[in-house]
């Protein structure tokens, strides 16, 4: 079978590929797992932090990716859906152990998340029905609101300050949709990517 | 059978996830809450705020707790791999088209052309957990039902978030503390 990622990774990962085979694979594999899970399980806060823990480890410490690879991946998972740092951990993983690297270093960026949310699923009902935690978590519901509409304003500035009509046009139109109308969403993110995209190749063309 | 509607349900919220965990916020609680009725808006609003504190991004935390809820260690598994599959799969072909041509741009072009309605989308979720926490509700909103403890916090935190004074996940917690202790002192029930 046609396998797109080896011509990917094939050129570049030569001299990487060279410098880490006298790790044998096996130790490889498992540190490879290793890494991605205790990154996961100890990094709080968003995609990015992790990405630049992922950095320190694979590019500075271990050495099994050069620094201009990097920015290439990040490219790539940066455009792909999903989580950024799932995707980057895919990209690694494939690059220094194919296939069977990308599954390791899935797994092991998702296990700890998926462990730790399982468990609270298990006791929610138990947990939540103590006094104390309720009202915790019920306050908490204010700060989460405070933390969305911080960002919905960061992110309306952020749209409004190309001072573009059409981009407020989207906005505006977008927002409508979803609150008023109850439009689905992937119809939505379906129809902008397809005007957006159109907008933005007119836009660079007569740029 | 949950599984299969678990499977299907996660592998779309996979494709569909752009913006990062903000953006995708909308997409998820329209699909989990809305459409299946997996958990309610307090519900999620919950694992937002257990999110922010426990490692790992939302997407998955939510896969992973809406999995074990409805379908136990096979619905965990289930809803998070659907979850991460389409990932797996894009980052595959992007790789290869990226490597072949060196540019992305007409991936980047709808991604950017996406921004408005991703900032759109943010605001629709804005306001559904917005209504949920000062009324318990969009549907709601009323005089009777307006929670005056959780109204100021917002704003206080608000501000302060604004004025880069304080990190979100402290801002979380700060408002759990405070609110606490006001409805305790308060006499509200949760």
């Keep these: 079978m046609y396998n797109p990622w080896e011509m990917v990774f094939h050129k570049k990962g030569m001299n990487e590929r060279k410098r880490s085979e006298n790790i044998s694979g096996k130790r490889k594999l498992w540190t490879l797992f290793k890494s991605c899970f205790i990154i996961s399980a100890c990094t709080f806060g968003g995609g990015m932090v992790i990405i630049s823990m992922l950095q320190k480890k694979f590019v500075e410490e271990l050495k099994w990716i050069s620094e201009d690879e990097v920015m290439d991946m990040v490219a790539i998972a940066e455009s792909s859906p999903g989580v950024m740092a799932v995707n980057t951990s895919i990209i690694i993983g494939y690059k220094i152990a194919g296939v069977k690297g990308a599954l390791l270093t899935v797994l092991g960026t998702i296990l700890p998340p998926m462990v730790i949310l399982s468990v609270i699923s298990l006791f929610y009902v138990q947990f939540r029905s103590n006094r104390i935690v309720a009202l915790v978590l019920k306050g908490m519901q204010a700060g989460v609101a405070a933390v969305m509409i911080n960002v919905t304003i960061t992110m309306c500035l952020n749209v409004l300050k190309d001072k573009r009509l059409s981009s ?31 907008l933005n190749i007119r836009k660079e063309e007569s740029a | 059978m949950i599984l299969p509607s678990l499977a299907k349900t996660f592998f779309l919220i996979g494709l569909f996830s752009f913006g990062g965990g903000y953006g995708s916020m909308e997409l998820i609680r329209s699909k989990v809450v809305t459409e299946n009725s997996w958990m309610t808006n307090a519900e999620f609003t919950d694992i937002i705020s257990i999110a922010e504190m426990t490692p790992g991004p939302l997407g998955i935390n939510i896969a992973s ?41 007409g991936v980047q072009g709808v991604l950017k052309g996406l921004r408005p309605a991703v900032a759109a989308m943010v605001l629709a979720a804005a306001i559904t957990l917005t209504a949920t926490a000062w009324w318990g509700g969009v549907s709601n909103i009323a005089k009777e039902s307006t929670n005056y403890v959780a109204i100021p916090i917002s704003i206080v935190m608000l501000i302060l978030l604004r004025k880069k004074l304080i990190a979100p996940i402290p801002a979380i917690l700060s408002s759990g503390i405070i609110g606490a202790l006001l409805y305790f002192l308060l006499g509200v029930e949760a």
């Design chain 1, 168 to 198: 407020m046009l989207m906005l505006v139109a977008a927002a409508v949709a979803a609150v008023v109308f109850k439009v689905d969403i992937i119809v939505l993110i379906i129809i902008s990517g397809i005007i957006g995209g159109l």
């Design chain 2, 65 to 105: 707790f809406v999995g074990t809820r409805t379908g136990g260690i096979p619905g965990t598994l289930c809803a998070t791999i659907s979850y991460v599959l389409p990932a797996v799969i894009v980052v595959g072909i992007l790789s290869k088209v990226y490597f072949k041509y060196r540019n992305l741009n």
